[in-house]
């Protein structure tokens, strides 16, 4: 790509975005409650319409594409949120493994043997994708606890799997 090239489609981005944002805007806020969200939504939605541009520079993006792909962004959201809320409501904190799918062999005796609330911290971090602040929010402590707690629970995963599978014990 030339610099004349990259120019014309900051340009043309630009003047998109300074045409279409304020209808983008208009158009997920009217349908969600938080500004933030619709913020994100209407940003993701001008990202999409850059790389639309970067692979076809005479496309010609209308407010209407633009509304189409923010409602698509709007609707994988919701979808994603919903997921997450299920996994979460699933989510027993005695036994948190008891809706996970059957883990066999070392590492799921290793998380067997783990504590609960070690083996839930993960589960929501790294099955669930949930961030540190939200794990913190479940478990109902500090950001910097749930840190803490996460890094205790991953050293003692490895102990634990170390233990059921001592071949790899020296590998680390």
Request: charged share 25%; glycine share 4%.
């Amino acid at each position: 790509m030339t610099r004349g090239a990259a120019t014309v489609r900051v340009s043309q981005a630009q003047q998109l975005f300074e045409r279409h944002h304020d209808d983008v805007y208009r158009h997920i806020r009217t349908r969600v409650r938080s500004t933030a969200l619709a913020e994100d939504i209407t940003a993701d939605t001008f990202r999409d319409a850059v790389h639309a541009l970067e692979r076809s520079p005479q496309q010609q993006l209308t407010s209407g594409w633009l509304c189409t792909v923010a409602s698509r962004r709007l609707a994988d959201h919701w979808r994603a949120e919903y997921r997450h809320e299920n996994a979460v409501a699933r989510l027993s904190l005695e036994r948190p493994t008891d809706d996970l799918p059957l883990i066999h062999g070392e590492v799921g005796q290793a998380l067997d043997a783990m504590p609960v609330r070690q083996r839930t911290a993960l589960y929501l971090r790294y099955v669930i994708g949930m961030s540190v602040g939200e794990v913190a929010e479940h478990l109902e402590c500090s950001v910097v606890s749930a840190t803490s707690l996460l890094a205790r629970a991953r050293r003692r995963l490895v102990a634990e799997y170390h233990l059921f599978a001592p071949e790899f014990a020296n590998a680390s």
